[in-house]
């Protein structure tokens, strides 16, 4: 027998937060789309289109960042060169590239001038012979620091090592292959962004403030629904890009690993290479990026995690320069639709039994006086903790030698795991793992 689950769209209550965000915030326009793949899109605006284009100021960041991986893929160069290796600097040449794309390199937030006063943003040359009158305000590697200033040198290292603007590396590397055609350096479409009286509910109009060479860090504009299949990208790449078109799915892995945090006391947020990291409890995690710009707001995050959906994000995109709520709803969204529209359980069904080379390393095994169960799921042996909670995941292996595996996720990754086996009978009798001893008992560190 069949059974049939009908599942209520949770679009009302989306709809609602939408809604009390442009209320409480005091929003002239908003856009929200939510992307999923085993749903419709979702999209919901308040004084616009839906082709409408916003300002997403540093959501920038991830497309430059995820550019600078793609070159290290190709072998362009190694995250821990000096910038100045490839990039010819008057100074600050020696900041290595990891720093720069995880905020920790020191380098002061802006470039020279009170860029944000006189709304005079440096062309090329102009940032770069200035770069002698930027300073260091934290030694390299202390701590987080915000720098539009490294991510600027970033987009023209870019440029550099593909010999084209970054705006054309962009197109040809990330928008084309995804299909983001509302993502441009200057809209189409574009609406107005406002400053809103705080005393008052009159909303002034802000400046258009071209970006020059600090472009790679803020300057695009785009639509929620592009955005929203963006932050989807970055959260499961193989999901939206399954060829690997723009970056291998192991590169986004690295990309989302907290590098520092942004909070030494609260450890809620963090950053990774281009990405923001936040922390939403019960092993899930929202990885995207925040933005701002004269007159808008733009909050780009993508869900990971326990029971999240398969490509899954969302875009919320205000034209207020002030309106907090613009930042808060995409993870008041996501985390909506996570409990109360979750995917759907797959069925079990049966699998191939374990190769009979590796049955008997099935079951409970001890080490460290801590006892783990070994079983063989999905076409490859796994490891838990026998107390583990069930969220987490396992660690899984591969064969790399005659009776040597070696962790590729989960615990100890990256470490080996040794079979010893009894020469009379064949069997795994004893394991070694990261060098530990694993054994069928519990035992001392003296065998005993």
Known sequence: ????????????RYRRLAQRAQADGRIPALSVALHRRDRPLWTFQLGVEPDTQFRIGSVTKTFTAVLVLRCRDDGLLDLDDPIGRHLDLPEHWDLPVRRLL???????REPYGDVWDTLDAPGLDRLLAELTR????????????????GYALLGQLVAKLRGATWAEVLRDRILRPLGLDSVAETPAHGTTGYLVDAYTDHARPEPVFELGALGPAAQLWGTAADLAKWAAFLADPAAVDPDGAVLAPAT???????????????????????????????????????????????????????DSPPAFGVAVLGSSGTAAEIIELPHQLLDAAAEHDPPEIEPWTPGEPAPEHLRSVL?????????????????????????????????????VGTDVLRTVSGTEVGE??????????GEVVRMHWATYRVTREQETFEGK
């Open 252 to 306: 986004l892995d690295e990309m989302r690993w907290p590098l520092t945090m942004s909070d030494e006391t609260l450890w809620l947020s963090g950053f990774g290479l281009g990405l923001i990291l936040v922390n939403r409890g019960e092993r899930a995690i929202h990885v995207g990026h925040d933005g701002a710009m004269p007159g808008f707001r733009a909050g780009v995050y993508g869900r990971r995690g326990q």
């Open 363 to 399: 079951g409970r095994w001890w080490s460290e006086g801590f006892e783990h169960v070994f079983c063989w799921r999905d076409g490859a042996l796994r490891a838990r903790a026998a107390d583990a909670p069930a969220g987490r995941p396992p660690s899984v292996f591969e064969e």
């Open 416 to 425: 080996l795991l040794r079979l010893t086996r009894d020469p009379a009978t």
């Open 1 to 12: 027998m069949t059974e049939t689950v009908h599942v209520t769209e949770p679009t009302e």
């Open 134 to 149: 930027a300073e260091r305000v934290l030694p390299p590697a202390r701590r987080y620091h915000y720098s539009n200033l």
């Open 102 to 108: 995880s905020h920790t390199s020191g380098l002061q």
